[in-house]
């Protein structure tokens, strides 16, 4: 859910050696992502949310710091912790969101959290909210985990602009057709790419067998 394409590149790595470095290996890199939006899809589920337009929903990582994703995918954890499909913690505005038991929660479009207590007559209370936040794109950096950080590492502001939309989730935002159609280009480049080296080496031993027999 939510998920954002990484964006692929190709560069060339000198090999250094005895003599001229003439020669390269070629090394690939995710120097970025596409981070524009995906389509929402409607759920049903209470506990989905997706965030309209731009923004991020603040999670703690597995070393406790704070980190941002897309994914709105929520549940409560077995410590009654609010926290994501994926099991990362969501940030409120004080901390952790820590939900009473037998309650039903809903998440309003500003990120607030309020539950409905059957144990206290259906009582409705706001326990919690929230962090969005939304620094600037060029600021963002996606980690090996796949949640995104600032580049300078520090925690982004939240932000009251940030909008959710309940009961969705946002889809990947990866073209699925496009996608497959550039596996199947590379794919026809590199077997180019290879018969080519096949051919150069052909040459190459046609031209020692030449010379052997010039010598």
Known sequence: NGYKAQNGAFRALPVFGPGAPTRTFVVDSTPGADLSGGVLRTTGRPLDVAVHGRGWIAVQDEKG????????SLQVSSDGLLVTSNGQMVVGDGGPISVPADSELTVGKDGSVTVVSNNQFN????????????PADEDMVRGDDGLFRQKNGQPAEADAG????????????VNAVDALVSIIDQSRFFDMQIKLMQKADENASRAAQVMNLAA
């Open 65 to 72: 710091g704070e980190a941002y994703t897309r994914n709105g």
């Open 123 to 134: 009582a409705m209370t706001t326990i919690g909210r929230l962090k969005l936040v939304n």
């Open 162 to 173: 940030v909008n959710l939309a309940g009961s969705a989730l946002e889809a990947s935002n």
